[in-house]
């Protein structure tokens, strides 16, 4: 078991042609990375905004 990033490293490393299946692969888990990464930015923003103390 790795990580995301370790397996798109993997799939990218060596002479692959640009539309074979681990290219492919490796955009797509790259794509799949940072949608999550912003779904939980933006979920943390709005906590944020919503418990945030007022001050005068």
């Given at each position: 078991?790795?990580?995301?990033t370790?397996?798109?490293?993997?799939?990218?490393?060596?002479?692959?042609?640009f539309?074979?299946?681990?290219?492919?692969?490796?955009?797509?888990?790259?794509?799949?990375?940072f949608?999550?990464?912003?779904?939980?930015?933006?979920v943390a923003l709005?906590?944020?905004?919503?418990y945030?103390?007022q001050?005068e």
């Amino acid at each position: 078991m790795t990580t995301v990033t370790v397996q798109i490293v993997t799939l990218l490393t060596g002479d692959q042609e640009f539309d074979s299946a681990k290219t492919l692969a490796a955009f797509a888990l790259g794509l799949v990375l940072f949608t999550i990464t912003l779904i939980l930015n933006i979920v943390a923003l709005r906590v944020v905004r919503k418990y945030r103390e007022q001050y005068e």
